[in-house]
C-alpha cells in the first residue's frame, strides 16, 4: 500500500528550523491551536497537498541535507511520519528534528507517537505561548519550549536538552 502524507509546503535550504541548511518539511494539521500561533492556516488536518513517501524521500535525498518536520503539528500524522524518518535515516543517515505542540510528557505516554520521536535527533516540545514569547530565541518560539536531545535522553533516562 502506497503511504501518504498531508504536505502544506517543502522549504528547501533553510536556516531557521534547526543547524545547518535544511530541508524543512511543513505538515498539515494541529489540535493545539496555541493562542497566537503564526500559522493557523496550517491547522485543517486535511489541508495542504497529499504526497508520498517516495516523493518526499526524492526530494530530501535530492538536498542532501538534514531534515526538519514541522507544521502544523507533525505528530498528528504519526503513523505515516514515523515511517518516512525510519526510511531517512537507515537509507540516508541525516540528521532529523521535528517540532510538537505536545510536551515530551506527553508523548513518553502515547507509544504512537514515541514511534516517531524515538527515531530523531533532536525534538522542539510544547505549546507555543503568548505570554512567553521572545523573537530572540534560537528555533523556538516561546521559553517554554526545549530543544530535547532525544537520543542522550532515552539513552539516560533524564530529560537532556540539545546545545550546539
Ligand atoms: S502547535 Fe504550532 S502549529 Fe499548532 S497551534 Fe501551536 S504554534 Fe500553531
Known amino acids: 500500500m502506497t503511504e501518504n502524507l498531508r504536505v502544506l509546503h517543502v522549504v528547501e535550504g533553510t536556516s531557521v528550523d534547526g543547524p545547518g ?20 492556516e496550517s491547522w485543517n488536518m486535511g489541508g495542504g497537498d497529499t504526497r508520498t513517501l517516495d516523493e518526499l524521500m526524492e526530494v ?3 538536498n542532501e541535507a538534514p531534515v526538519t518536520f514541522s507544521g502544523g503539528d507533525p505528530l498528528a500524522q504519526p503513523k505515516p511520519l514515523a515511517h518516512l524518518v525510519k526510511r531517512i535515516k537507515s537509507e540516508l543517515g541525516y ?9 515530551w510528557e506527553q508523548v ?3 507509544p504512537q507517537l514515541m514511534e516517531v520521536v ?5 525534538l522542539v516540545d510544547s505549546p507555543f505561548k503568548i505570554d512567553e514569547r521572545d523573537t530572540k ?4 518560539g516561546s521559553h517554554n519550549q526545549r ?12 530529560l537532556t536538552l540539545w546545545h550546539d
Do not use: M
Not at 540528521?95 to 510536551?103: A, K, L, P, Q
Not at 524515538?118 to 533532536?122: F, M, N, R
Not at 530565541?137 to 523556538?140: N, T
Not at 530543544?147 to 533524564?158: G, H, M, W, Y
Open 21 to 40: 541548511l535544511r530541508t524543512s518539511i511543513y505538515l498539515a494539521g494541529c489540535n493545539h491551536h496555541c493562542p497566537g500561533c503564526h500559522n493557523p
Open 60 to 62: 530530501i535525498a535530492y
Open 95 to 103: 540528521n532529523v528534528w521535528c517540532y510538537t505542540g505536545y510536551t
Open 108 to 110: 513518553k505516554k502515547e
Open 118 to 122: 524515538s527515531q530523531l535527533d533532536v
Open 137 to 140: 530565541l534560537r528555533f523556538r
Open 147 to 158: 530543544l530535547i536531545d532525544v537520543q542522550a535522553t532515552l539513552k539516560n533516562d533524564k
